[in-house]
């Protein structure tokens, strides 16, 4: 890794990254700051709308955001939560703007940290989330000088079933904000954090009792109104129509066809077969599994699921404006979260939007075919694609 990237600290963890806090994603991006964070940061300047869907010098020198990743125990009991404080100073002498979803502003909502036990590394278990492509709210800027500190806790996010010694480590890829094609600005990969670490039980390491995976049926929770099941009812059908219309395809001759080169990037028979078996589970489980929703999430994007806990899936803010059908549809947002259980496709969240997605298809094939968004409009297929 380029050392501009790292730099090394008797704390722990200092490398390029960012940690807003909450309140920068407001009006006022450099206003606030809670119980969990402090932040000392200048007021944004005039103009800033203006920039907001521009490539400008807020977008270079992201390897000045320097953070440094402490915890205060070097041991934790079953009970105890996995706290890790984080500081960070932009030290460059201009103003800079960072996609918040790379950065735990929100909290753990990605497995932003690489976390192993004895040497082998842990499953993330926490929240995958189909989010809109990026827009100028979902950007932060900070100023020269402004030092944010947020306190995030990672042990309902990663399996920490098992005692044992456990490392951790940062790890994000921060796109160029608004760029014509995406564009890596910088690849952030810390140095380790240790500690000894009691094994605990979390509902998101536990399998499911209840039989639903063998019996097809719809339940809610999170006091879904009757509409909203309703909506519900058609999004469920559309996705398992999406995903049977995906599988005829992969089923036909393979071959360099736009439609899969467009979503998956490069024809080769390993991946495609890859494909095929992707959308054989998908289709399976809108077949066949029994889908709970729940109605209670009131985030700005389409949905999340936990990778562990199939068939269950919580609808957010964007999911209810969205289309029955068609592109970022209800449908499609239920073919993408059904893509990250661990029971199907197992897929991560690597980009938004299809602009991105068809860019990361020709860069990165296999984090194409890792990716929930490339899943959903591959099944999509708007516009249509042979």
Request: charged letters at 20%.
């Amino acid at each position: 890794m380029n050392s501009a990237f790292l730099r090394q600290s008797r704390f722990g963890l200092v490398a390029a990254v960012v940690l807003p806090l909450l309140a920068a994603c407001s009006s006022d991006p450099g206003a606030g700051g809670d119980a969990n964070g402090t932040t000392t940061a200048a007021a944004p300047a005039a103009g800033d709308e203006a920039l907001a869907t521009t490539t400008t010098s807020l977008d270079v020198d992201l390897d000045r955001l320097n953070v440094n990743l402490l915890s205060d125990k070097a041991t934790l009991s079953a009970d105890e939560s996995l706290l890790v404080t984080v500081s960070m100073t932009n030290t460059a002498s201009h103003r800079i703007r960072v996609l918040k979803w790379n950065t735990p502003v929100e909290g753990v909502n990605e497995p932003l940290f690489e976390v192993s036990r004895d040497g082998v590394a842990v499953d993330y278990v926490g929240r995958h989330y189909k989010r809109p492509a990026p827009r100028a709210k979902d950007y932060v800027i900070l100023a020269p000088g402004e030092t944010l500190t947020r306190t995030v806790d990672l042990a309902d996010s990663y399996d920490l079933t098992t005692t044992g010694n456990y490392q951790v480590r940062f790890h994000a890829a921060l796109p160029v904000a608004f760029a014509a094609e995406p564009q890596l600005a910088a690849e952030l990969l810390s140095n380790d954090v240790a500690m000894l670490v009691a094994g605990r039980t979390s509902f998101l390491t536990q399998p499911k009792t209840t039989g639903e995976e063998s019996v097809k049926a719809a339940s809610y929770t999170g006091a879904c109104t009757t509409s909203e099941k309703s909506a519900l009812v058609t999004a469920l059908s559309g996705a398992a129509s999406y995903a049977s219309g995906a599988l005829t395809y992969l089923s036909g001759t393979p071959g360099s066809k736009p439609r899969y080169t467009t979503w998956f990037g490069a024809y080769t028979s390993t991946r495609w077969a890859t494909a095929k078996t992707h959308y054989t589970k998908i289709k399976d489980a809108l077949d066949n599994k029994a889908y709970v929703f729940d109605c209670a999430c009131t985030d700005d994007y389409y949905a999340y699921v936990y990778p562990t806990q199939p068939y269950k899936v919580y609808l957010c803010n964007a999911f209810w404006s969205a289309p029955q059908t068609g592109t970022d549809s209800k449908a499609g947002t239920i073919v993408h979260e059904t893509s990250h259980f661990n029971a199907t496709a197992s897929t991560d969240d690597h980009t938004y939007g299809q602009t991105s997605c068809k860019s990361l298809a020709k860069s990165s094939p296999t984090q194409a075919l890792d990716n929930a968004d490339s899943h959903e409009y591959f099944a999509e297929n708007k516009p249509a694609l042979n």
